[in-house]
C-alpha cells in the first residue's frame, strides 16, 4: 500500500528509486564471475545457466509483469536456435520463373538467377538473425495473443508452440527433422576467441549478453511503460481510460520477449553447435514455466535465481538417477509452492520484512 501511494505521489521519484543499484545485486553479478576461478571445470553448465536464465527473463517480462500466460513460450527460443545454425550452412540458391501455358502458347521455365551463399558463421550475425526472426513471428502472433485471456489464451499459446515444432518437423530438407541441424559452422567470437569445450567463451558471451538484456529490461520495467503493464495485469479494463492501451501495450512486450527468447535460442545453438527439436518441444516451456514458479514471477531477479536453482538440481538430481530425475524436481517445485507461494525471492522478501518489522 505504502508502494503504490508512493507511486501516485510522485511516480518519477518513485522509479528512480526502482533504478538505483543496491549492494545485493552488485553482490550477485560479482557472484557470476565465480566459476572462472572456483569452478572452471563447470563453466559449459554456468553458460547453459545464463541462457536459460535469459529465456526465463523473457518469459517474465510478460507473464510477471504483463499478466500473459504461455504455455508455447518455447517457439520463440526454438525459432532463434534454428535460425542461428541455418544462417551459418552454405547453399546454392535459385530464383528461377517456373513453365507455364497461355492458350496454345507454352512458355518455358527460365533460370533467373543462381547464386551460392556462404553462410554466416559470425556469433553476432547469428544473434541479430535469430532476433529478426522471432521478432516477426512475436509481432505477428501478438495481434492473435492481444485478443484472448485466461484459459483460452493459455490454449493459442500452447497450439502456437505445438503447430511450429510439427512445422519444424515436416520441414527435414532446413531443419534436419528428428535427426537434427547438421553442418553447423560458428565462427570465433569477435574473430578472436573460438568456443571450446570447457566453456570459456561461451558462458564469457552468454554473461555479457544476458547482463546486457538485463540492464535494458530493468529499464524497461521501470519506466511509465512497465508501470502500464503492472495495470493491464491488474486491470486490462480499466487502463485504456487513462491513457495505456490494452493491445497495444501486449502486443509491445509480447514482441519484446519473443526478441530475447530468440536471443538466448541462438546462443544455445551456439555454445552446443547444434539444435533438434528439443529447442521447441512444450518440455522447454513447462520448465521455463517452472523455473519462474521456484524464482518467483515479477521480480526480474526470479528468473535467473529459478534458472540457477533449476539447472544445478537437474545436473544433481540426473547424476544420481537419469531416469528419476524428474521426480525430484517435481518433490521441489511442489515443496517450494506449499511454503513459498511467491517463490524463493517472494520467501526472502516476506523474511526480510518481518526482520526489518520487529528490530524496528
Known amino acids: 500500500m505504502a508502494t503504490m501511494a508512493g507511486v501516485a505521489a510522485d511516480p518519477h521519484a518513485y522509479l528512480r528509486a526502482q533504478t538505483s543499484w543496491r549492494p545485493i545485486e552488485i553482490v550477485f553479478w560479482l557472484a557470476t564471475l565465480v566459476p572462472f576461478f572456483l569452478f572452471p571445470s563447470y563453466l559449459a553448465l554456468a553458460s547453459q545457466i545464463a541462457i536459460t536464465a535469459l529465456f526465463a527473463l523473457s518469459l517474465d517480462l510478460i507473464l510477471g509483469y504483463a499478466g500473459i500466460v504461455s504455455l508455447g513460450h518455447a517457439a520463440f527460443f526454438g525459432l532463434g536456435a534454428y535460425t542461428a545454425g541455418i544462417i551459418t550452412k552454405p547453399a546454392l540458391v535459385s530464383l528461377a520463373l517456373p ?129 502500464s503493464l503492472r495495470g493491464i495485469r491488474e486491470n486490462p479494463v480499466r487502463m485504456p481510460a487513462i491513457g495505456a492501451p490494452s493491445p497495444a501495450h501486449i502486443r509491445k512486450v509480447y514482441t519484446i520477449a519473443g526478441v530475447i527468447a530468440g536471443m538466448a535460442g541462438a546462443m544455445l545453438t551456439q555454445t552446443t553447435g547444434t539444435a533438434s527439436l528439443g529447442v521447441l518441444e512444450f518440455q522447454r516451456s513447462a520448465d521455463v514455466l517452472v523455473i519462474l514458479i521456484l524464482g518467483g514471477s515479477g521480480r526480474l531477479y526470479g528468473g535467473l535465481v529459478g534458472a540457477i536453482i533449476f539447472m544445478i538440481a537437474r545436473d544433481q538430481f540426473s547424476g544420481i538417477n537419469p531416469q528419476l530425475w524428474y521426480f525430484w524436481i517435481g518433490v521441489l517445485l511442489v515443496t517450494v509452492v506449499m511454503f513459498l507461494p511467491n517463490g524463493v525471492l517472494g520467501g526472502l522478501s516476506r523474511l526480510l520484512q518481518s526482520w526489518r518489522a520487529r528490530t524496528s
Open 99 to 227: 513453365a507455364f501455358k497461355i492458350l496454345s502458347f507454352e512458355f518455358p521455365g527460365l533460370e533467373i538467377v543462381s547464386f551460392e551463399f556462404p553462410g554466416w558463421s559470425d556469433p553476432f550475425v547469428g544473434l541479430a538473425a535469430a532476433m529478426a526472426v522471432a521478432g516477426v513471428f512475436g509481432y505477428a502472433s501478438s495481434f492473435v495473443i492481444a485478443r484472448f485471456k485466461h484459459l483460452a489464451l493459455i490454449m493459442v499459446t500452447l497450439g502456437l508452440g505445438l503447430l511450429l515444432h510439427e512445422a519444424a518437423n515436416r520441414a527435414s530438407w532446413l531443419t534436419g527433422g528428428s535427426d537434427g541441424l547438421q553442418g553447423i559452422r560458428i565462427g570465433p567470437l569477435l574473430g578472436r576467441f573460438p568456443f571450446d569445450l570447457y566453456g570459456y567463451t561461451g558462458y564469457t558471451y552468454s554473461l555479457i549478453v544476458l547482463f546486457v538484456v538485463f540492464l535494458l529490461v530493468r529499464r524497461l520495467v521501470n519506466s511509465p511503460f512497465g508501470l
